[in-house]
């Protein structure tokens, strides 16, 4: 290729980055929806997504009249998580109130509980949990047991042994929910946010008929790929930097790694998801083939990269398969320089993938666009 | 045929007239049929969520890796160590120096670590207690909440074999899991899957179905038909609520026979919850392509008001109650929350008709103010 063809080729590529952009965000409406729903999503959604256990009713049917109970239940009305405490009168009405799921567990205190207690110094109380909220059931078990083993009804009771057992919790000491959400759903926002732009790119043209005539112009399958990959670049790595000034000015999360680190990350990262965005595209007749199928490919991916629940939870397949989503490896580059000052080292361990996996499908994308010309 | 009133005369009254209607939803349903991408939705996709769902979303932590430092020589020390290597919840690796586990927390191999420091010995011969300190990777808060509780239970166990004695508390609480004795969380998120997979089935799909007919102008053509706006809407819609329906069935069969969820409540309830949610589903698909008139805006506002909001908000995964007062007023707003709440109990608990009914009020209000909502922007393309 000359000099002359390969200026020709960038004016062609300019040309047409601006006409794809343009296809994008000449609507007001397409420019005000490409970045306002997932800002707000990462607002709305960085409170509501807490593993943290709080604010949560519990019932007690109190059969006993003596002191050790009554004090039993003043620690429980105390305690922090518990919004509110129920007190009901039957064992029926402590099972409707745990079937309606209007409280979390209920606790039945015994009537011999007192006395128990005076002979023995320990009573047994029956908690029920409900099996539905399982994660949060568990946790509220931890905490009532707690609570259970903290109370003192006497005096002279002796104390249980102290250990001397200190527990640090590294990157992030006081363990916020927050820290944890806000990167990993910058990811995941940043990432349909790519997936959807592109996966449409094609077969918006496949549609209408005019990518048969794109394919006879002068623009090579290359220069095509190229000018549909850009605009979901460009508009989707600037919505992440948007959403990681908002991470570290609004929810004031530590940034502590290289921010030039993070962005060559995420700008293949970004390259990855429109690489699968493409080849999506690339293989749909219908602008409807190619949302579907990035909904196909889009939500499953999520689930798998470790996003909600960790990736070492999940059966071995899984985790293998994992290691094929760019989603993955960028939520360990973005988490760990926010909050781990992640070692150019281990960033770089998570960076190949993500080239390899941009690399691979990108041709493959173009393979597709050529081949369902017939 | 003219109305008799000056004042109707905008408004064109059309009779009902069930052949029209008839094939109006033949149409539909052909063209639904027609695209792949429609089955691949409805059929493919619910098997790839559900078995997402009951094994790779888990909550349920087994084999953390963490290291243990044992930096004391001593034969005491030696076996508070080997206590660690008992448990299948913990997957351990011995080290000798903590420089050498620092680097595997940061890069995310181990998610802690437990040191048993070089003075153990005498300060437990001084005092009688282990001296140890535990560092987790707070990065990944639920794990680390996990490895602190679970690593101070293995060294109070330890303890306690140690001495002999058990230490009684004051008050032992005997805990009983009700609908969920194995308290696999399996059991908790496949039932709530069937609302998301609803939600994409019914507001998607619809959304996008619609939205077409407008960005290629065949809406305009028939709405200028003789039929009313309520039978095309209707005639539009139904072959979806069929499609969603046939999935519900599917998914609740899938949960049950290999996913190993009891569907302990009747069919019959679980059909008349699906139906019900299906208005608010198929509502909010029908406004969102009424708004937005082209694909591409109709898919990112499905996406972002529609999936996403179902997965996040409808206490499918994340407890409402532990979210802020603000965020818990927004969930009242998602018709997926009050779906959830009813699939976990039907699956889990039976039919309790007093968790139902508020729930299908919910979603039934909820619908009707969407339907309401999308024929007032439908009808007003006409003027």
Redesign the interface.
């Known amino acids: 290729m000359s000099y002359h063809d390969f200026r020709t080729m960038l004016i062609r590529l300019r040309a047409q980055f601006i006409k794809e952009l343009l296809c ?1 965000l000449r ?1 007001p ?2 420019r005000v ?2 970045f306002v ?2 800002l ?2 990462l607002l ?2 960085s ?11 519990i019932a007690v049917y109190n059969q006993d009249t003596g002191r ?1 109970a009554q004090e ?1 239940v003043w620690h429980l009305e105390a305690a922090r998580f518990i ?1 509110q405490v129920h007190h009901v009168h039957s064992n029926t009405a402590l099972r ?1 109130q ?4 209007k409280v ?1 567990a209920a ?1 039945a205190i015994p009537a011999d509980f007192s006395r128990t ?1 005076a002979v023995s ?18 946790i509220v ?2 905490y ?2 707690s609570i ?2 903290d ?3 006497t005096a002279d ?1 002796a104390p ?14 006081n ?3 927050l ?2 959400m806000v990167p990993g759903l910058t990811g995941t926002l940043a990432f ?1 946010s790519a997936l ?1 732009i592109t996966a ?1 790119s094609i077969a ?1 043209e496949r549609e209408l008929g005019t990518f048969d005539q794109l394919l006879v112009s002068p623009a090579s399958t290359l220069e095509i790929i190229l000018s549909k990959s850009l605009p979901a670049l460009t508009i989707s790595t600037l919505l992440a930097l948007l959403m990681i000034t908002l991470a570290i000015w609004f929810f004031r999360i530590p940034f502590t790694g290289s921010f030039g680190l993070l962005l060559i990350g995420l700008v293949l990262f970004i390259l990855s998801a429109v690489g699968i965005g493409l080849v999506i595209s690339a293989i ?1 007749m ?4 190619a ?6 490919i889009g ?2 991916t999520v ?2 990269s470790g996003f ?3 990736v ?4 071995l397949l ?1 985790q293998w398969l994992a290691q094929a989503i760019p989603l993955t490896h960028f939520l ?1 580059i973005i ?2 320089c926010f ?5 150019p080292r ?1 960033v770089l ?1 998570n960076l190949w993938p993500l080239a390899v996996i941009a690399f691979t499908m990108l041709p493959i994308a173009m393979i597709f666009a050529r081949s369902r010309l017939q | 045929m003219k109305s008799a009133s000056g004042q109707e005369k905008s408004i064109v009254v059309r009779r009902f007239d069930p052949a029209r209607f008839v094939a109006l939803v033949r149409k539909e349903s052909l063209q639904a049929m027609r ?4 089955l ?2 409805a059929l ?2 619910p098997l ?2 559900l078995f ?2 009951a ?11 963490i290291g243990v430092v044992l930096e004391s020589p001593g034969a005491t020390a030696r076996t508070l160590a080997d206590a660690f290597s008992g448990t299948h919840y913990l997957d351990v690796t011995f080290a000798y120096d903590r420089r050498e586990v620092v680097g595997k ?4 191999e181990l ?1 802690g670590y437990v040191v048993i420091p070089q003075n153990f010995e005498r ?1 437990f011969a001084d ?19 996990f490895v ?2 679970y ?2 239970g293995v ?2 166990t330890w ?1 306690a074999n140690l ?1 002999g004695t058990i ?15 194995e ?3 399996r ?2 998120l496949v039932p709530g899957a069937i609302a998301i997979i609803m939600t ?1 089935i019914g507001t ?2 619809t959304a ?2 619609v939205a ?1 007919e407008w960005e290629r102008g065949t809406m305009e053509a028939i709405l200028s038909t003789p039929a009313s706006v309520l039978e095309i809407l209707v005639g539009k819609l139904l072959p979806y609520f069929v499609l969603g329906m046939l999935s519900t069935l599917i998914a609740a069969a899938l949960a049950a026979f290999l996913f190993d969820v009891p569907l302990r409540g009747s069919l019959f309830a679980l059909l008349v919850l699906s139906a019900v949610f299906m208005m608010p589903a198929l509502g909010q698909g029908l406004l969102i392509s009424s708004l ?1 008139r ?4 109709a ?3 499905a ?3 529609g ?2 909001p179902a997965f ?2 409808s206490g499918f ?3 409402i ?4 007062a603000p ?1 818990r007023a ?2 009242w707003l998602i018709p997926a929350r009050y779906f959830v ?1 009813s699939l ?2 039907i699956f ?2 039976g039919d ?1 008709w ?2 139902f009914l508020p729930d299908l009020l919910g979603m039934a209000t909820i619908g009707l103010i969407f339907f309401l909502i999308a024929q007032r922007y439908t009808r007003k393309s006409l003027e």
């Open positions: 994008i609507d409406r397409n929806v490409v729903p997932p707000m999503q709305i959604f409170y509501a997504a807490t593993m943290e256990v709080r604010n949560l009713d050790a039993l919004a409707e745990l079937a309606e799921g979390i606790i207690v110094g320990s009573g047994h109380a029956q908690v029920l949990v409900d099996g539905r909220r399982s994660n949060s059931g568990q078990v931890g009532l047991s259970a083993r109370i003192r009804f009771t249980i042994p102290e250990t001397s057992v200190t527990v640090r919790h590294w990157f992030n000491p363990l916020v929910y820290w944890f349909f959807m449409l918006r749909s219908t602008q409807q083939q949302i579907l199928g990035g909904f196909v939500v499953p689930l798998i909600a629940t960790p070492e939870n999940m059966p899984l360990i988490e760990g909050l781990k000052a992640l070692p281990d361990a | 695209d792949p991408s429609t691949l939705i493919v996709l790839i969520l997402l769902f094994y790779a979303v888990s909550l349920d932590v087994r084999h953390v890796r927390l940061i890069a995310g998610r300060h005092t009688g207690s282990p001296l140890v300190q535990i560092i987790t990777d707070g990065s990944q808060p639920n794990t680390a909440n602190a509780n690593a101070q060294v109070q303890m001495t230490p009684m508390p004051a008050v032992q609480l005997e805990p009983r899991y009700w609908f969920n004795p308290l696999a969380s059991r908790a994409i998607l799909l996008l179905v077409r937005a082209n694909q591409f805006l898919s990112q506002l996406l972002f008001s999936y996403l996040m908000l995964l994340f407890e109650d532990a979210m802020p965020i927004i969930t709440s976990k109990t889990l608990a309790v007093s968790v």
